[in-house]
């Protein structure tokens, strides 16, 4: 029999746990704070742009309670929803040609915040225009809505990837916000737990053949249960592992997964088809605990491959509790964390040097964010806007 190793957790219980805590400056997604105000620096999806109409909506991003609509001309607007006049909510505005009109007395408010009209006074308001219901620019990108929440001074170029450029005859993009990769859950899915929770753990390949295979059976191919070769490394914009998995019938694949900043996941197919990436997925803080995903396709009509998971034929939002159990996947596994998991309470190994990386990045930029410089990724010349994602299966 072994003896029993002794050492400093003996007669050690959960009595003498200190208190948990989180990494606020890495969580926290609020203006004025640390990771809201590196967060700010970036564009963000915050909406499917045809989901984006005339009818006013409630939308929460990095924290932020916002009205989003588009006036009857197409353009599309993002405000701050109590009205500049006496502070009722745009939400139940109505929405016209050049703006959204407040219900209560009818101020009429352009894209940009301009007060156009103020019906009950004299000339229509001699002075409207001093006063401006605040305002965030928005633009529509590859049938997402993106918005910037930064100062106004510091508003980049909008990201562009060379894989959704110069599409082909037949190609379009397709934009989705159903959780697919985080649960698939249906249109507007909203995961309740931390971003960063989502987006670090694409640089922890590990847990694929652990979770996804050995653990909760096949949720993808029976291959990504080989635990893979492999290495992080820093790259331009943010971290990348290259993984290699000797497979059965002799040959490698090469797996290349990416993360970039501020939130974009860079994953490869999970069934293993070959080839460079032609989906990305933006991880969007909704606020501390809540984050929503914005996935882009490269596609085209007809286009039937399998995406995302269902177990039994049940989506993820019809299983059981004992199905949940029987074979969780990254949901369970990610909002199991805790709305914010307790990084006071984590022991991590050598297979968690990609999440480390990815938060020792994150601390980087923030910090040159504070010193007033500008974070990796953010582009202000149209000549190196372009930015070319390496992920895919490659086949050796
Ligand atoms: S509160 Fe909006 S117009 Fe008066
Ligand atoms: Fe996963």
């Known amino acids: 029999m072994d003896t029993p190793r002794t050492g400093p957790i003996d007669n050690v219980t959960a009595y003498s746990m200190p208190p948990s805590t989180y990494n606020a400056a890495l969580t926290e997604v609020g203006r004025g704070t640390p990771g809201g105000e590196f967060l700010r620096r970036y564009w963000h999806p915050i909406a499917i742009s045809t989901d984006v109409t005339d009818t006013p909506q409630n939308v929460r991003i990095l924290g932020e309670d916002l009205i989003m609509f588009r006036d009857k001309t197409g353009r599309p607007g993002l405000v701050y929803p109590r009205c500049a006049h006496r502070g009722t909510t745009l939400f139940y505005g109505k929405v016209e040609e050049r703006g959204i009109r407040c219900c209560y007395h009818g101020w009429l408010f352009d894209v940009e915040g301009h007060c156009l009209e103020q019906p009950c006074e004299p000339e229509m308001g001699k002075h409207r225009d001093r006063v401006r219901q605040p305002w965030y620019p928005v633009a529509d990108h590859y049938g997402l809505l993106f918005a910037f929440l930064g100062p106004a001074e510091k508003k980049p170029l909008l990201p562009r990837f060379a894989q959704f450029e110069n599409l082909g005859p037949n190609e379009v993009i397709a934009a989705e916000d159903s959780g697919l990769g985080t649960g698939g859950n249906g249109p507007h899915f909203i995961a309740p737990c931390n971003w960063l929770q989502h987006w670090e753990n694409v640089m922890d390949p590990y847990h694929v053949a652990i979770l996804h295979s050995a653990f909760s059976g096949t949720q993808f191919v029976p291959e990504m249960a080989i635990l893979p070769t492999g290495d992080w490394e820093y790259v331009e914009r943010g971290v990348r592992f290259t993984g290699l998995r000797k497979l059965p019938d002799g040959r490698s694949i090469r797996r290349v997964t ?97 999440v480390g990386m990815c938060r020792r990045l994150i601390a980087q930029q923030i910090k040159v964010v504070q010193d007033g410089g500008d974070p990796i990724g953010v582009c202000f010349d149209p000549a190196e806007q372009i930015v070319s994602l390496e992920a895919g299966n490659y086949y050796e």
């Open 258 to 354: 990416e993360v970039m900043l501020p939130t974009l996941r860079v994953v490869p197919d999970v069934h293993l088809k070959a080839g460079d990436i032609d989906h990305i997925g933006f991880t969007v803080p909704v606020d501390d605990t809540h984050y929503r995903l914005f996935n882009l396709q490269r596609t085209y009509p007809g286009d039937n491959r399998p995406r995302g998971s269902t177990y039994n034929g049940k989506r993820w939002s019809e299983l059981t509790d004992a199905e949940h159990q029987l074979m969780p996947g990254d949901y369970e596994a990610q909002t199991g964390q805790g709305p914010i998991t307790f990084h006071s309470e984590e022991h991590l190994t050598s297979t968690d040097k990609g």
